[in-house]
């Protein structure tokens, strides 16, 4: 059976609709993407920061071991001493 006139008109229409939805999803997913691009940069800089304070912190670290041991010298002099 032949498709009739307004049965083409009313795909080419559907057609239209579907690349109209498709072209508005289309800008929303590029939005999206730019702001996914966006957070990831901010990320990147987050993390850079974080592994400064990482750094910082190991180094105090350190310095409180080292504090430690020196501690524990000085108490075992001063257990001696007594």
Do not use: F, W, Y
Request: proline share 1%; no cysteine; charged share 35%.
């Amino acid at each position: 059976m032949p498709a009739t006139e307004a049965q083409v008109d009313s795909l080419k229409e559907d057609i239209r609709a579907l690349s109209d939805t498709v072209s508005e999803i289309l800008v929303t997913v590029n939005g999206l993407v730019v702001t996914v691009n966006d957070h990831g940069i901010r990320l990147d800089r987050v993390e850079g920061r974080l592994d400064k304070v990482e750094g910082r912190l190991d180094k105090m670290d350190g310095r409180l071991d080292s504090m430690d041991g020196t501690l524990q010298e000085i108490l075992t002099l001063v257990k001696r001493g007594s």
